[in-house]
């Protein structure tokens, strides 16, 4: 363990630094200290707390040293695994990911610019937990289980759709980690995504909304939708699935009325506050633009790829 500081505006806060080798030592350290010490990860998201003064960890905890690193595809249960300190940047340009998951691939591309991407890991993205995060939403529709760990080498799932509490919590206990995130690929001829994201600026920018789509058709009829899956961010104080909106869209064909009520439907589903960025009034009128939009592109991708 290792003295350290940083600087506050004129001011040095001073806390511990350590870097265990093995998860049983990382999550021992978390109950050891309460609460009182923080996971780091690639840090952008922490160190910007800490300097803001957000947070006052006595005992910062590396996890770059666990090896939670790796991406892998297992054929026989068709699931995609990637470590939780995988970087935003590796998940955008892993092969693996672009083919079995490539949803996640564009959301994990949006994030901040190079510099962040190439630091920010996708636990981390998670983990924060705030409700503009850009791979929460994908992660939503795709189904993902968080692999937790805990003490005396205990290991549980938890499904993404229950884990985020509020703005920067989760249900992970104080001495939890999450070591990897499991997606299921979708195989299937008939289906499309879309990752739509709107900031004020292109690139280096946080969502005002973000939205998530997976469109599948119905092989007998591609004109009807057979199931569909929205999740929102930066609406609510967690990132959201749009249920009902989902509901609409079953079994229907898939026309601009069908389409126009599905955003209008998301719209409800949203509950935005005002903040510096946008006012809720005009986040939930781009809820309603983003979402008819990644509708008529996932839609647009089922076809090519049904065509090919
Ligand atoms: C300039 C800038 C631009 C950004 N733009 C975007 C953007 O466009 N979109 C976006 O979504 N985000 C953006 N971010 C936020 C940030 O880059 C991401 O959220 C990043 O993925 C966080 O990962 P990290 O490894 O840096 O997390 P850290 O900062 O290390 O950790 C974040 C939080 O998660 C906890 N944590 C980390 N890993 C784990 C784990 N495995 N288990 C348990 N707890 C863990 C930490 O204790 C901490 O509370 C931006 C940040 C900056 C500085």
């Known amino acids: 363990m290792v003295n350290s500081d940083l600087y506050r505006g004129d001011k040095v806060v001073k806390f511990q630094f350590v870097e265990p080798r093995t998860v049983d030592e990382v999550c021992t350290l978390l109950s050891e200290y309460e609460g009182k010490a923080k996971v780091i990860a690639g840090g952008t998201d922490l160190v910007v707390q800490m300097r ?31 470590g939780s300190l995988v970087t935003n940047d590796e998940v955008s340009k892993s092969p693996i990911i672009k083919e079995y998951v490539p949803l996640l691939a564009e959301a994990s591309r949006s994030i901040g610019g190079r510099q962040t991407r190439n630091l920010g890991t996708i636990g981390g993205n998670v983990c924060n937990a705030s409700p503009a995060a850009d791979t929460p939403p994908a992660l939503m529709v795709l189904g993902c289980k968080l692999r937790v760990a805990g003490l005396r080498g205990n290991i549980r799932s938890i499904d993404v759709m229950d884990f985020f509490k509020g703005p920067g919590l989760t249900t992970l206990e104080k001495d939890e980690i999450v070591t990897a995130l499991e997606v299921t690929p979708i195989r299937k001829n ?119």
């Open 52 to 82: 803001a003064g957000k947070i006052d960890p006595a005992l910062i905890i590396s996890i770059n040293m666990l090896g939670l690193n790796k991406i892998n595809y297992n054929i026989d249960t068709n699931v995609v695994s990637i």
């Open 190 to 308: 008939l289906a499309g995504h879309a990752f739509l994201k709107l900031g004020i600026r292109k690139a280096m920018e946080i969502s005002i909304v973000n939205t998530a789509i997976i469109i599948e058709l119905d092989p007998q009829d591609p004109a009807i939708c057979q199931k569909a899956r929205i999740a929102l961010g930066a609406v609510a104080p967690t990132p959201i699935r749009a249920i009902q909106a989902e509901n609409i869209l079953m079994g229907q064909k898939l026309d601009d009325n069908c389409i126009n009520q599905v955003a209008e439907a998301a719209a409800q589903c949203s509950k935005p506050i005002t903040d510096f960025r946008a006012s809720a009034e005009y986040r939930k009128e781009m809820v309603k633009v983003l979402v008819k939009r990644g509708i008529q592109q996932a839609i647009q991708e089922a076809y090519k790829k049904a065509s090919k």
